[in-house]
């Protein structure tokens, strides 16, 4: 499984998974060397394996750096970094977080940064509790602080995974599907006096999602959140909260067009790279890649149907698909093929007549 593609610096896209041997490995595009093209796949150092493709959350805090987090087969949760700006730059050995209790092995953990050098950790307990932890490099002798539960009407459950996104600057707020299949969330806003996180409550919905259904989230405009999400009936539906509009509050969720429905909790991808646009990507149950966008500078704009990208060979049906801009306007896809092999296409506004290029293999990784 490939896991979520960071840009830390314009035109630079890196990449991790972690191998069936359990050791995490990276590949990456730099634009600034000569000949720029993929570097072959390289393993991260490891004080121990991981489960066999475990999850890797990725984050840059900082231009030109990334940190990584994936939970280990005894449940606590470890991090290594890439620091551009320390002498002879390289990867840092894993360390492990501080815990108050261990999490499953392999429980997801989503990273998010809402400061400069800050990061903000999630993950669900076996409780069913929304834990957190974070690293403020404001602060005198800053280190991660102790893991803690978020407040909760009731718990989700294990291994549910938690969307974040940070919409103000130091602010987060998170999304995860209950039991019931109702979608949650928490918030902490920083403009406030005595800041602090929200009790959960629940979003308007028509009708439920799965339990534990995965919610994309993001930020196009400062203030505003989208969400999407494939309900039971394999369409994808979307909410959003837009700051600026009188007495705002969370929209009704809404089904986007479709051509043909999805598989029922398909991964959706969204990603933005236009203020106030954003571009979807899921995989079909044919195992084609379909995808549609909003454009905010067209007249009248709105959700356009979904097309199908051009594809050589089809991925398995509901592949998870990993989506980053890293140039303005700009949209790289990754997945992973039937035979292992990672594969890529690309959306590059700087062209003439741009439009997507063939899907093509990354160099291969073993094992």
């Known amino acids: ?110 990273a998010v940064s809402s400061a400069r050098g800050a990061i903000s950790l999630f993950a669900t307990g076996k409780d069913g509790l929304v834990r957190s932890t974070y690293y403020d490099p404001q602060v005198a002798n800053p280190q991660w602080s102790p893991w803690f539960s978020l407040p909760a009407d009731k718990p989700f459950g294990s291994h549910t995974p938690v969307a974040a996104v940070s919409s103000v600057p130091g602010g987060v707020t998170l999304f995860a599907t209950g039991t019931d299949g109702s979608v949650r969330s928490t918030y902490c806003d920083p403009r406030v006096a005595n800041p602090q996180w929200v009790p959960w409550f629940s979003l308007p919905a028509d009708q439920p999602f799965q339990a534990g259904t995965f919610v994309a989230a993001l930020s196009s405009e400062p203030g505003g959140i989208s969400l999407f999400a494939t309900g039971k009936d394999g369409l994808v539906r979307s909410t959003y909260y837009d700051p600026q509009v009188a007495n705002p509050q969370w929209a009704p969720w809404f089904p986007l067009p479709a051509d043909q429905s999805f598989g029922a909790g ?87 007549s741009p439009q997507w290029v063939p899907w093509f293999s990354l160099p291969a990784a073993q094992p």
Not at 290 to 319: E, H, I, K
Not at 339 to 348: A, E, F, L, P, Q
């Open 266 to 352: 398909t991964l959706v991808a969204a990603v933005s790279s236009v203020p106030g646009g954003v571009s979807l990507f899921a995989t079909g149950t044919d195992g084609l890649v379909r995808s549609t966008f909003y454009d905010p500078r067209v007249a009248n704009p709105q959700w356009g149907p979904w097309f199908s990208l051009p594809a050589d060979q089809p991925f398995g049906p509901r592949t998870p698909v990993a989506a980053v801009s890293s140039v303005a306007g700009g949209i790289s896809l990754f997945a992973m093929g039937k035979d292992g092999s990672v594969r890529s296409t690309y959306y590059d506004p700087r062209v003439a």
């Open 1 to 110: 499984m490939v896991e979520p593609a960071v840009s830390s610096l314009s035109g630079d896209v890196s990449l991790f998974a972690t191998g069936t041997d359990g050791l995490v490995r990276s590949t990456y595009y730099d634009p600034q060397v000569a000949d720029p093209q993929w570097a072959a796949w390289f393993s991260m150092s490891a004080d121990q394996p991981f489960g066999p493709n475990t999850p890797v959350a990725a984050v840059s805090s900082v231009p030109g750096g990334v940190s990584l987090f994936a939970t280990g087969t005894d449940g606590l949760v470890r991090s290594t970094y890439y620091d551009p700006q320390v002498a002879d730059p390289q990867w840092s050995p894993w360390f492990s977080l501080p815990a108050d209790q261990v999490f499953d092995p392999g429980t997801p953990v989503t």
